[in-house]
């Protein structure tokens, strides 16, 4: 896509610091680490969050994230690292092609896990409910 930061960083017409690359998977460094290391790994065909992105560029994509964690620890001295994906704006997500995030943590870096919430009365049922149907009708649908 033309105007998109990461086909442009993918072309190569972004300068980036780039950490693996293969037919159909980039991974570089996030230029604004959570922590040194931080590293996007991204589908190199164009699709804007999570749920537009097909089967296959997921699979590619996935399928490279543990050999990338396991550098990334090496490289910077890791204690665990979060992998994680922010899905619209909602959400934090910034730049509209899908990315994995995979950040390096380190015992005492700071950072807090989120926060937890309880359930109502009830609640729990009613909402688990409502994602069944969801998942049994996306079944027919799909
Ligand atoms: P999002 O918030 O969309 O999940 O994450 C986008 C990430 O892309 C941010 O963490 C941001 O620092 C990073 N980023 C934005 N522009 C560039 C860029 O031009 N180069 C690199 N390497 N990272 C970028
Ligand atoms: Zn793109």
Redesign the pocket.
Known sequence: MSDC??CK?IAGE?P??KVYEDEHVLA???????NPG?T?VIPKTHSSDFLDTTESSLIVVVKVLPKIAKAIMWAVGADGFNI???NGAA??????HM?F?VIPRLSGDGYKSWGHRKYGEGEALKIAERIRTSVENSRTIN
Do not use: C, K, R, T
């Not at 570089?28 to 959570?34: E, G, H, N």
């Not at 959400?91 to 509209?96: C, E, L, W």
């Open positions: 930061i990461f960083i972004i980036s610091e570089f460094l996030d230029i604004a680490p959570v931080h996007l994680g994906v922010n959400a934090g997500q910034i730049v509209p990315h995030h």
